[in-house]
């Protein structure tokens, strides 16, 4: 709620005309005040609005860029950039906006440092948004199974452009390997039970030789980072929200595995 113009406007009322220069005055400075929320509101509507649109347009541009890295683009990862499409819920519209996107990715000409300045300067000062982004490309790269050299090389790049650092990427990495392997848990062996529980920490980011306090401040760390309601308040396109989800389920869960076993 904005006040200062009734302030202002009520005082300068009052020196200029006394009790009835202090009402026009404050009737003057509400009006003020009512225009400056309105701008203000619409520019945060906007702001949001096209921080959202680069994040999406990113995303799949960058995908494609990767998944053509290794030399040709795997069907696997073109499942998993049409999953993805329908996973989000994207209207025909949309889904004709992220392949256009995907294939402007693929082409020689392809300016990635260009689109990674534009996506920066969109989520200044929003680092969760910027690792939540990179999170998606790592998976996507992941998506036939393996990393390819050229595919990690342009990952590292990004992560730089982004202001990620290579020990943070490699978090990443591990992590997201980990969470995936980790939802193909269910009626295990034994040693399936260890290797869940390995994954486990490295979804926190922590070793079995972690104190649990440590463990609980990582953990906490990660909800915070992964909150879905947070990310799109932050910038995050309201499509990618069951992603988000999904990652802060599985934090939770590996914290549950964890804290069993303590």
């Not at 009006?31 to 520019?43: R, T």
């Not at 929003?126 to 390819?148: K, T």
Request: proline content about 2%; glycine content about 8%.
């Amino acid at each position: 709620m904005q006040i200062g113009g009734k302030i202002l406007g009520f005082a300068l009322g009052f020196f200029a005309g006394g009790p009835f220069g202090a009402i026009f005055g404050l009737w003057i400075g509400h009006k003020f005040d009512q225009g400056m929320s309105m701008d203000f509101n619409a520019f945060n509507k906007q702001n949001d609005s096209d921080r959202q649109n680069a994040f999406f347009k990113a995303t799949f541009s960058v995908m494609g860029h990767i998944t053509k890295a290794s030399g040709r683009v795997t069907e696997d990862e073109i499942a998993f950039a049409n999953g993805a499409m329908k996973r989000w819920g994207l209207n025909q519209d949309t889904q004709t906006i992220a392949r256009q996107a995907f294939n402007e990715g693929k082409q020689e000409f392809f300016e990635l440092d260009k689109q990674l300045r534009q996506l920066k300067s969109s989520c200044f000062g929003r680092h969760d948004l910027l690792q939540m982004f990179i999170e998606i490309q790592i998976q996507a790269a992941f998506a036939d199974g393996e990393l390819h050299p050229k595919e990690r090389q342009i990952l590292h790049k990004i992560a730089r452009s982004l202001g990620i650092s290579a020990r943070e990427l490699d978090f990443l990495l591990d992590r997201i390997v980990a969470g995936e392997q980790f939802h193909q848990g269910g009626n295990q062996t034994p040693q399936q039970a260890k290797s869940q529980l390995e994954n486990a920490y490295k979804i926190l980011g922590v070793t079995a030789n972690t104190d649990h306090k440590e463990i609980k401040k990582a953990y906490r760390k990660l909800m915070s980072q992964h909150h879905p309601d947070k990310l799109v308040a932050k910038g995050l396109p309201p499509e990618l929200m069951e992603d988000a989800k999904q990652k802060a389920q599985d934090i939770q869960a590996a914290y549950e595995l964890i804290s069993a076993q303590k």
